[in-house]
């Protein structure tokens, strides 16, 4: 099985199905991402969750919206079991705060802020100059007292680095880490510098670089870059690409995988 690592309470494999392929989000082309879009039905992707918990994976990271409600409904209607569900907010349903809301009705264990309003775009959360996340105080104790873990997502390592000299309430980041420079605005050597700085849980994600970065490349170097209690999240589409992405876990943690 997976090498598995403390997130709270939970003991959870150390790789992460990530739900954007669930979403139709490619961030590779028009023609993989209407592809992802017209194979990953509820069904097939109920199908590709069983094969996850076959190998040991036991938690998904998704958005807060209802492509990925509703396939989380469907696979524990089927299996009788709810996956440990790590939730992205989706501020355009209403915003922020009416997000993580609505996410709280749907049995998460942890919510996170998006990264992409926390550090990108034209009025992101984050300020540099007075190393400060605007915002960030507030969402996270809002999460907190919904009784969830409380996390923030970030493209850049400032984010991490913020959160320690600030002491914000953080309980784990999710931190994008790749040798492509893809969503990734550091280099490797600096990102991993600050995740292993912090004694809070870091997802890596986006460590294949959606499909431009070689998987045996992507996950020695991901695996090397975080502590031994942080996670890999990726996304998956096809039932090949669990057992090979599992796989290379278990090379480059040198832990046997073995399916039940």
Not at 244 to 258: A, D, H, I, K
Request: hydrophobic letters at 40%.
């Amino acid at each position: 099985m997976l090498p598995t690592a403390k997130f709270g309470k939970y003991e959870l494999g150390r790789l992460i199905i990530g739900g954007g392929p669930f979403c139709g989000i490619s961030h590779y082309s028009k023609a993989k991402t209407l592809w992802m879009r017209r194979f990953l039905t509820v069904e097939n992707s109920v199908a590709l969750l069983q094969k996850c918990a076959s190998l040991g994976i036991n938690a998904i990271q998704g958005r807060g919206d209802d492509i990925i409600f509703n396939i989380l409904d469907a696979y524990e209607q089927k299996t009788g079991a709810r996956l440990n569900f790590i939730a992205q907010t989706a501020p355009e349903r209403g915003g922020q705060a009416k997000s993580i809301e609505e996410i709280a009705q749907h049995k998460p264990i942890a919510i996170y802020i998006r990264g992409a309003n926390i550090d990108s775009g034209k009025n992101p959360l984050m300020d540099l100059e007075k190393r400060i996340i605007r915002e960030l105080p507030d969402y996270l104790k809002q999460i907190h007292d919904l009784g969830f873990m409380a996390g923030v997502g970030g493209h850049t390592p400032e984010v991490i680095d913020i959160c320690l000299e600030r002491d914000y309430e953080v309980d784990f980041h999710m931190q994008t880490i790749n040798s492509f420079g893809f969503f990734c605005r550091a280099a490797p050597e600096r990102v991993s510098k600050s995740i292993k700085a912090t004694p809070r849980p870091v997802l890596a994600f986006k460590i294949l670089g959606s499909g431009r970065v070689a998987p045996p490349e992507a996950f020695e170097l991901a695996l090397n870059s975080i502590k031994p209690t942080d996670f890999l999240v990726v996304g998956m589409t096809f039932p090949e690409e669990v057992e090979e992405n599992v796989g290379l876990v278990e090379e480059f943690t040198g832990v046997p995988v073995e399916a039940e």
